[in-house]
């Protein structure tokens, strides 16, 4: 029970092990701490039951003694409570608290609370904490109530100490069986993926026999060009290495550490590093043959300002020159947006995210409204792309546009079980299912697929006739689904519901149309496939409706083709593509890592990746997972602002999460500067630094960057 109680803790469901699960999926990596067996067995257990049994014992006797000794006794007054009299007849300050703690303490003893954990009182009143708590030159409280809290409180510690153990052994047996169960199962069904033939071609490499393999392959290609070699990870590196690492041939490795943002899928950066460390030569391009030679030299003001723009002094920044020869257009390349904080909050703090999110989409939609209306940019609304981080700053964006009658068209990793249309179709679904329902029924109808607006709804309702003629439509689609399936059910719903007509009435209709339909492909194809009928296909479409919905490649939206539309993308799908104008609103995210498990690249064993299980929360590895997460902060926003070729805007400012991110780092005061692969917690670090800053002083730091810019920067307020 002890146990239980522990990883309901740290483990709410087995749903939070699904990360862990799929996580064992990746790429090779190490796990710290080891935990070789079980932590936890029974006798682990024995010696907590037996300090609680003692516990209970003296405390019976005890207590009302020694809560009385407590109430003079010269013990801190913050923690304790202060023992000055207050209004005639009252109880001291001190009395309450320590009221309190002994109520706790009894209700415990009693049994009304869990026998694990033991209440908090508990180590307040142990020996320990009073002796830690006495002022000085009085004596410490002593009684055996005391000694017992203090004895039940270490056999918890030590307690709590194996049970953590143990759960790291479980995780690492989970992952250890999902890897060993993947292999079983994908061995059982004949199928390989990509990773499975790299990591084949790797393990035949590795054999002793592998000699005619490497000269087979040897003999027909001479050299090989790898092209985005950031991307790689270990075992790529070491497949190519065997190959063509060999006199007489070509290994050539071609990428841009500035620009490895695919670390969530398996992308290791580190790799690339040692891989550039052991190549005999390297070559650097400088010429930029996208964009503006204004905007260049911006982004070369930016990231040339600070020793180790990139955090890893081992990726270094050389300043780019443009290939291009035409008169840039008048004006700054980069405009620098300011959000200030005394325009929001009085009381001085920073903006809340939310907030800032608003305020910026909102002021980005303006500009981009007044440019393609009557500004320079009139008609040409295809020629701007909104650069955002992630699905539901897309969202903001594509909702903000919309209401300011702006066309936009939104690009993204997102689920299209994610959108509104998956839900309205579920619904629906559900009424066709059971169409003698009339809640479902009523829901279905409600909703935009059908089209019935309150009054409407209520009107049929109130007429039988009418209502009697929609369920008999309902009817009629439910046996057609039973004799035919479901795509000739959907398409006989489409047509005799209109839901394309009625869609497309609406300013993004192309785009919900578009969701429909491709929710009825994967539906049909997860009928065919898996032999699902009726309930089990509605189940099917409700699970994937769920957090961890499946977000492979095939369910990404699908979105419609508009030219003339503003082009709202994500950083990572960005990659590798141009816009002549640029927006990046939201490039101000946190370098943190929330997460109990987390991977990091540990230094002491040559930046293997390596997974942490042991939940501790203040893990000298978390900060080599942080600095990591600010690395790739700042290559995701040179990633943003080099996919623009003649303007770009960025915005900056008080805001909460902003503290430790990319801009945060670029921006910081040089002289707090130290060796980013040395022992520098720069997350702590950029957040004393940036709460130790005003408005007043980042404008500052912000017309300092744009004056070493020559004309290329241009800071102006949030509009």
Known sequence: PEFIRFMRAQVASPEDLRSLARASTSAEFGITPRVDGPGLTAG????????????????????????????????????????????????????????????????????????????????????????????????????????????????????????????????????GFVQAELERRKAEKGVLSFDDLLRR??????????????????????????????????????VFSKLFGAPGHLLFMIGDPKQAIYGFRGADIFSYLRAARDAQACYTLTTNWRSAPALVQAVNTLFSRVSAPFLFSRIQFFPGRSARRRPQQPGAALNLWYLDSRRHRSEGGPVGKAQAQLHIARAVTGEIRAATTHGALAGRAGEIAVLVRTNREARLMKAQLAGAGVPSVLYSTASVFESPEAAELLAVLSAVAEPQNPVRLKSALSSHLLGLAADALAGEDARAEVWENRIRRHWAYLALWREKGFMPMFRQLLTGEAVRERLLAWPDGERRLTNVLHLAELLHRAAAESHLGISGLLKWLARQLGVEADRSEENQLRLESDEQAVKIVTIHRSKGLEYPIVYCPFTWSASEVRSDDFFFH??????????????????????????????????????????????????????????????????????????????????????????????????????????????????????
């Open 201 to 238: 071609l790797a393990r035949a490499l590795d054999r002793r026999s592998s000699i005619a393999l490497v000269e087979a392959v040897r003999r027909r290609y001479r050299a090989a060009l790898v092209d985005e070699f950031q991307d790689t990870d270990e075992l790529q590196h070491r």
């Open 602 to 719: 540990d230094p002491q064993a040559d930046f293997r990746l390596t997974l942490e299980l042991s939940g501790d929360r203040g893990s000298p590895h978390r900060r080599s997972a942080r600095s990591e997460a600010l690395a790739e902060n700042l290559r995701m926003l040179y990633v943003a602002l080099t996919r623009a070729r003649e303007h770009c805007t960025l915005v900056w400012g008080r805001i909460n999460t902003a503290e430790s991110s990319a801009l945060a780092y670029l921006l910081r005061a040089e002289a707090a500067a130290a060796d980013a692969d040395g022992e520098v917690d720069w997350i702590e670090h950029l957040k004393a630094e940036f709460k130790a800053t005003d408005d007043a002083q980042w404008l500052e730091r912000l017309e300092a960057l744009a004056d070493a810019s020559g004309g290329c920067i241009q800071v102006r307020a949030l509009p």
């Open 44 to 175: 682990s257990v024995a010696g907590f039951r037996g300090q609680r049994r003692q516990f209970l014992e003296t405390w019976a006797v005890g207590h009302e003694e020694a809560r009385r000794l407590l109430l003079d006794a010269g013990l801190n007054a913050r923690i304790y409570g202060a023992t000055t009299k207050g209004a005639p007849g009252s109880p001291t300050d001190r009395q309450m608290k320590i009221q309190g703690l002994f109520d706790l303490l009894s209700a415990y003893a009693a049994g009304a609370l869990p026998d694990y954990p033991p209440v908090p009182a508990l180590e307040r009143m142990a020996a320990s904490t009073l002796a830690h708590y006495t002022l000085a030159r009085r004596p410490t409280p002593s009684h055996p109530v005391f000694d017992a809290c203090e004895s039940l409180h270490r056999a918890r510690t030590e307690l709590d100490q194996r049970m953590n153990s143990h759960l790291i052994y479980l995780k690492s047996s989970l992952i």
